[in-house]
T-cell receptor, first 111, second 115 residues
Framework: SQQGEEDPQALSIQEGENATMNCSYK?????LQWYRQNSGRGLVHLIL?????REKHSGRLRVTLDTSKKSSSLLITASRAADTASYFC???????????FGKGTKLSVIP | GAVVSQHPSRVICKSGTSVKIECRSL??????MFWYRQFPKKSLMLMAT?????????EQGVEKDKFLINHASLTLSTLTVTSAHPEDSSFYIC???????????FGPGTRLTVT
């Protein structure tokens, strides 16, 4: 499966600032999900956005999806030091639960 | 939310031995589970799709005789790394999704070190 692209690969911001991460993909998708992974740990599911949705919110998280550009973005507002982690997008095609992961963005939030 | 567990969380073994990793869905049934591999500072790569009651589907480049997958029940899938070598050292993660939802829930991962 073709891996998605994410940018930036690494992002360092001050606490309180917003962090934006982008994900691009190459195939038609059924849905796109964002996950967080702390170093050496498992993945935590953050949010799922379906192909017919354009924007979704969950707490300080805002996800957008532009299927015409085959891209998605994750915005974390008012970042906290505890948000420091790697963030991955993952998407599945129509009729499949199989996920293809992006390369990830490593976010560092400096207190 | 749905919980997926993995056991063991960490294992060290010698070259040539086999290691079994278990993946369990604790509060839901999963006809399909997925096994991923993650190298340090890299993303997850899908290894195989584990299907309850039938053979697993392996991704291109993954040796099915080396990575044996068994999905004997609706809540348990196992991955056995046979004749392990140092290059098999990696973080192995499984996932499962409750029926009819798109969300996948991931296990905490198993860190395999082959010496």
């Amino acid at each position: 499966s073709q891996q998605g692209e994410e940018d930036p690969q690494a992002l360092s911001i001050q606490e309180g600032e917003n962090a934006t991460m982008n994900c691009s993909y190459k195939t038609s998708i059924n849905n796109l999900q964002w996950y967080r992974q702390n170093s050496g740990r498992g993945l935590v599911h953050l949010i799922l956005i379906r192909s017919n949705e354009r924007e979704k919110h969950s707490g300080r998280l805002r996800v957008t999806l532009d299927t015409s550009k085959k891209s998605s973005s994750l915005l974390i507002t008012a970042s906290r030091a505890a948000d420091t982690a790697s963030y991955f997008c993952a998407y599945s095609g129509a009729g499949s639960y199989q996920l293809t992961f992006g390369k990830g963005t490593k976010l560092s939030v400096i207190p | 939310g749905a919980v997926v567990s993995q056991h063991p969380s960490r294992v060290i073994c010698k070259s040539g031995t086999s290691v079994k990793i278990e993946c369990r869905s604790l509060d839901f049934q999963a006809t399909t589970m997925f096994w991923y591999r993650q190298f340090p500072k890299k993303s997850l790569m899908l290894m195989a799709t584990s299907n309850e009651g039938s053979k697993a589907t392996y991704e291109q480049g993954v040796e099915k005789d080396k990575f044996l997958i068994n999905h004997a029940s609706l809540t348990l899938s196992t991955l056995t790394v046979t004749s392990a070598h140092p290059e098999d050292s990696s973080f192995y993660i499984c996932s499962a999704n409750p029926a009819s939802t798109g969300e996948q829930y991931f296990g905490p991962g198993t860190r395999l070190t082959v010496t």
